[in-house]
């Protein structure tokens, strides 16, 4: 059982930034591939990006293409989402997910074994 813990939302204004975290428990943390969804009010969880096993290759949905970036440090168990530029759109809650998966990299939530609790991220205008 993977446990993982996220941080780092808050609220920021438009064309702000703010660095989320996921804290994974799995000393084997390296062997999972790794991704962020978002989930609007009332709305379906959505894609939002995705790193493979060893960091070296990154998948983003196309409104977050340029100013979120995705990465993870292997060593600390923890894998980031750097968001810049963020618009009042972006308003949402985040949640990292950990995937067991044959693939190198996914993007369907259903493909995720693991899920964290979720951080709120708010940006006005």
């Known amino acids: 059982q993977v446990q993982l813990v996220e941080s780092g939302g808050g609220l920021v204004q438009a064309g702000g930034s703010l660095r989320l975290s996921c804290a994974a428990s799995?000393?084997?943390?390296?062997?999972?591939?790794m991704g962020w969804f978002r989930q609007p009010p009332g709305k379906e969880r959505e894609f939002v990006a995705a790193?493979?096993?060893?960091?070296?290759?990154?998948y983003y949905t196309d409104s977050v293409k340029g100013r979120f970036t995705i990465s993870r440090d292997n060593a600390k168990n923890t894998v980031y989402l750097q968001m810049n530029s963020l618009k009042p759109e972006d308003t949402d809650v985040y949640y990292c997910?950990?995937?067991?998966?044959?693939?190198?990299?996914?993007?369907?939530?259903?493909?995720?074994?693991?899920w964290g609790q979720g951080t709120q991220v708010t940006v006005s205008s």
């Open positions: 790193i493979n096993r060893s960091g070296g290759r990154t």
């Open positions: 997910a950990a995937g067991s998966f044959y693939r190198s990299i996914g993007y369907k939530q259903n493909e995720y074994d693991y």
């Open positions: 799995e000393r084997t943390f390296s062997n999972y591939a």
